[in-house]
């Protein structure tokens, strides 16, 4: 008698447990339906911080458990990106190269991507990697508008897009470099990532030295010289991100995006706001509308930045890298589409998909639990793992490839 009652009691016990989850499921596919991107991309987006952690039930906010807990009762992934094999499209527009890799250079990345039977097979070089206005086509209207965001255009109006992509029609905008300074015949890539691993890595000289630095959201520089130097020449981010670090981050100095004259901007196509702030940066006009209506483009890329300086990663990439490289448990859970590769994780796989030598600074490495989240905390912060990117499975990456060769990423 006594052990059935038990018996009732953990069935009760589990019985709560998943309602519990399908409760917080609900929460979340209410609030942070596909149609409210904004509050989606707000609450969960790893760089927000502060902003997040209330607001996410613990279990849910540690990787571990997401797997184990959720994904493991089989609660049906829903909006989560097809599992289908990434079928690559083969229209005329999508064949033309955006990519820069110098043919002169004898070790580059190419090479040794191309001897790996994994990678080989993996990587390809004739996707493009910008979206311009070439690209605009009726036929990857069709395609795209299929797909949800951050991969495609799937409820997005086709005047927005439309007004935005066609303004990507100088040729700067559909090449991150010009081919005119290559000293050795190679293009040198450093990629910092906000890794706690950069505090007091002395690493500042030798990024400087690399022909381009990427940077990414809260970027900080001024007073960390010496750890990440100085120099910039991408920066990458989502209007969401941007912001959030300007906010979260402005109280280790980052207070202002990179800006100057060598600077280029990446947008990355995570939701509307991507495309309307692109629009009007482009034009030098205050945001008309939607969640960052009235911001001055001006106040995040300076006065003098020119048409040529955005540049838009192309969905079809976003789809791509993630299907090939980034293909998390995650996306088949509840979260399925919360979740997109980093920030990090794009700008690296954007070095690696141009550039002929790319090192990576600042990214997760095995002993990440030694560091503090960013290197420029005053106090040790745990990096904390949320549903919307899968950090391991990127560390597990950014390993591989610096085993094989492909990069070099900085471990300490
Ligand atoms: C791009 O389009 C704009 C607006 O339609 C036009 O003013 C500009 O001259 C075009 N630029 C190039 C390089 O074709
Ligand atoms: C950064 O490094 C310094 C010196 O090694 C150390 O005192 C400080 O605690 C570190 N900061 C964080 C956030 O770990």
Known sequence: MGSSRWKRLCLLVLLGLTFSVVFYGHYY???????SPRSASRL???????LVQEEIP?????????????????????????????????????????????????RSLKSKIKMDPT???????????????????PETWDRLKERNVPYGWRGLSYAAIASTVQLLNDSANN?????????????????????????????????????????LNGAVTKGFERDVGTKTSFYGFT?????????????YGFTQVPQGKNICYIFIPSDIRDYIMLRSAMLGIPVPEGYDKGDDPQQYFGSEASAGK???????FMYYLTQRFLRSEIMNSQFGHLYMPSTGALMLLTALHTCDQVSAYGFITENYRIFSDHYYELEKKPLVFYANHDMLLEAELWKSLHRIGIMKLYQR
Do not use: W
């Open 119 to 137: 990678f080989g097979k993996q990587f390809d070089f004739e996707i493009p990697v910008l979206m311009g206005e070439q690209h605009f086509t």
């Open 44 to 50: 969960l987006q790893q760089e927000t911080l502060g």
């Open 310 to 316: 955005f540049k838009l990663l192309h969905p079809e």
């Open 58 to 106: 613990r279990d849910v906010s540690n990787h571990g458990l997401i797997k184990e807990s959720i994904i493991k009762r089989g609660i049906p992934a829903k909006d989560s990106i097809e599992r289908e094999t990434l079928n690559h499209p083969k229209e005329k527009d999508l064949l033309t190269p955006s990519l820069s890799q110098s043919s002169l250079c004898p």
């Open 29 to 35: 596919t209410t609030t942070n339906s596909p149609t």
């Open 175 to 215: 090449r991150l470099f010009s081919k005119t300074r290559l000293p050795n015949g190679c293009i040198r890539c450093a990629v910092v990532g906000n890794g706690g691993i950069l505090n007091g890595s002395r690493q500042g000289k030798e990024i400087d030295a690399h022909d381009f630095v990427f940077r």
């Open 239 to 251: 209007v969401n991100t941007m912001k959030n670090s300007l906010t979260a981050y402005a109280e």
